[in-house]
């Protein structure tokens, strides 16, 4: 069953408050093998690329402690 309008309005301003938006850029079919590679480790995108941000200011972060 489809969400309904109010349903939609409703998510779109949670987000607006709650999230910020990033682009990122790669090569014309690397984007396909992210998503897949996404999809089987973390179940979505979003997930992964935050994981993986997350992970990688840590790791910076023991660095320089």
Do not use: C, Q, W
């Not at 997350?54 to 320089?64: L, N, S, Y």
């Amino acid at each position: 069953m489809p969400a309904s309008k109010a349903k939609i309005r409703a998510n779109a301003k949670y987000n607006k408050n709650h999230y910020e938006r990033l682009e990122m850029r790669v090569p014309i079919g690397k984007k396909e093998k992210i998503v897949a590679y996404a999809k089987n480790h973390d179940g979505s995108l979003n997930k992964f690329l935050n994981r993986l941000v997350d992970e990688a200011m840590e790791t910076d972060k023991e660095k320089t402690d």
